[in-house]
């Protein structure tokens, strides 16, 4: 986890191996990322997000 304070403000995150973001905490407020075997974020906060598979 990296975690920086400014003053009352506080944030937080976390990282897998690849680097990829898993979650950001913000005060009091947990975002969470999931990432494929793309290293492409397919989910967050429960947000499914999807790629186009053939690009233009």
Do not use: C, E
Request: hydrophobic share 30%; no cysteine; aromatic share 12%.
């Amino acid at each position: 986890m990296t975690n920086a304070n400014y003053g009352s403000w506080s944030q937080g995150f976390n990282f897998d191996a690849m680097g990829n973001l898993l979650s950001r905490v913000a005060n009091t407020m947990t975002n969470s990322y999931i990432a494929n075997h793309l290293n492409q974020y397919t989910n967050i906060d429960g947000q499914l997000l999807q790629y186009d598979t053939k690009p233009t």
